[in-house]
């Protein structure tokens, strides 16, 4: 863990220390610690292995944005100072943004989009990438949406739906879609899209600009 001389509480405290956790947090009992502490505390656990990948699942949910910076940023600076990755799971677009190289979006279950993270708020080329990014809320209160960005219910994963899984929501479907489908496409290096019709990149960034 630490260096070879240490006590298992100095390697406790530096693990704290690490985390963003002041020394006389570390003798308060869980339900003690407010909910951006106990975030703080997990990420300290969590190195105290060392790891090369930490996986963390909704890591800001529940916490008030200042918080969430703040959590955030720790990650940030584990991955610079440990060269350790993070797999992030979240349905926080903003987080996603900030903190990861590259975004899978899921559907499903089911991987219908990757690519950088420059390459998917610039363009996404699946219309459900396009409708999560149009979802996202604009703090204008003249903004009024035309339309909703997505159609219908989630369906149920007991009875997924024939063809693209996506099809009854999608504003962009077509026959073939109802029937087949779609493989992975590979649109460039990183960028990868399970769609039959896949948006073209110039109407993708030009309705993002206007949305
Ligand atoms: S395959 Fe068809 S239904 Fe599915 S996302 Fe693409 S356009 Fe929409």
Known sequence: ???????????????ALQAGLKPDLLAR?????SGGQARRAAVARALSVVPRLIIADEPTA???VSVQGGVLNLFLDIRDRHDTAFLMITHNLAVARHVSDRIVIMYLGRVVESGTTAEIFRAP????TKALLDSEPIPDPKHR???????GEV????ARPAGCEFHPRCRHVRDRCRTEAPEDTQLGDS????C??????TKAVTAMAAG
């Open 1 to 15: 863990m630490q260096g070879s001389g240490s006590t298992r509480q100095d390697d406790i405290a530096a693990l």
């Open 29 to 33: 009992f869980p339900h003690a610690l």
């Open 62 to 64: 529940g916490l008030d």
């Open 125 to 128: 080329r699946h219309p459900y």
């Open 145 to 151: 949406r035309a339309e909703p960005p997505v159609i």
């Open 155 to 158: 369906p149920s994963l007991a």
């Open 191 to 194: 960028h990868s899209v399970r």
């Open 196 to 201: 039959h019709f896949p948006l073209e990149e």
